[in-house]
């Protein structure tokens, strides 16, 4: 593993920067996040590439020498059976591929899937929403072992702790407020820190989910004020929900199993 002291920007402070930036939507609303839009799942999971590259020297040399690639938006088995749209998956080159510039990895599709990866969010509406994403995870689990027993499974969770959200869905002034949601937010890393792990065994189980938390109201005055919160109840360091902790465990497995 590396071990790099230098200013690396993890994904968890990147999606800040992200939501932090203005612009123009196709939906109403110039707002940064749209539930009917998939930008911030995307961009979420190429910083977790980036992520997994500082943070291994073997994925590093792997993508450094073109021997692994990613793909966004891929279709493992027919999504509209038993399968999956997959916000990332990672794996061999199935061509030839550029390298890509030093410190990246070439886009393209995998001979194999050695790890695909899942991007949700829970903006607004906590309490519908929470059992959603847990079902929607553990059923990405399953259907991608059913396909690719070997992969690496995994979900990154962009979780809301603002006490007022602007939903660009909702009628205009429509704003939702959030009662108790220091509690609630508490009660979903919980539910998120309590799914079945394969604990790096071969198993249809996930194998880990990485939690960020942000203060992100949606209000076009606020456009901006977007924080990144790492005061409980977001998942502390060293915790396995943590999301720096999830990033070095997911890139401990993939060099155990892959590299």
């Known amino acids: ?72 938006d891929y279709d493992v088995g027919d999504p509209r059976g038993l ?6 998956v990672m794996g061999p080159p199935a061509g030839d591929v550029q390298a890509p510039l030093e410190g990246g990895m070439a886009v393209g599709p995998p001979s194999e899937v050695w790890l695909a990866a899942d991007a949700k969010s829970i903006i607004t509406e906590h309490q519908k ?16 072992h059913s396909h690719h027993s070997e992969a690496i499974t995994c979900g990154i969770l962009l979780l809301n702790i603002a006490d007022r959200f602007d939903s660009p869905t909702r009628d205009p002034d429509d704003v939702t407020d959030h009662p108790h949601i220091d509690r609630i937010v508490g009660e979903i890393v919980d539910l998120f820190d309590s799914i079945d792990r394969s604990e790096g065994e071969m198993s249809a189980n996930l194998d880990g989910v990485g939690l960020v938390v942000v203060d ?44």
């Not at 590396?2 to 707002?31: A, C, M, T």
């Not at 839009?37 to 792997?62: K, M, N, W």
């Not at 399968?83 to 990332?88: E, I, K, P, Q």
């Not at 929403?129 to 991608?144: E, T």
């Open 83 to 88: 399968g999956w749209n997959v916000d990332l």
């Open 129 to 144: 929403a929470r059992r959603n994403r847990q079902r929607d995870i553990n059923s990405f689990a399953d259907i991608m």
């Open 216 to 259: 992100h109201t949606n209000l076009e005055d606020d456009v901006g004020d977007t924080e990144m919160v790492t005061r409980e109840p977001a998942p502390q360091p060293g915790e396995r929900v943590h999301y720096r902790t999830f990033v070095s465990e997911m890139a401990d497995l993939m060099e155990q199993r892959f590299l």
């Open 1 to 72: 593993m590396s071990r790099k002291q230098d200013n690396h920007h993890f994904g968890d402070r990147r999606i800040v920067e992200w939501l932090n930036q203005e612009r123009e939507w196709k939906y109403p609303k110039n707002v940064p996040y749209h539930p009917r839009s998939d930008s911030h799942g995307g961009a979420q999971s190429r910083y977790f590439v980036d992520d997994l590259i500082y943070e291994s020297d073997a994925i590093a040399e792997a993508a450094r020498e073109g021997n692994l690639v990613y793909a966004e």
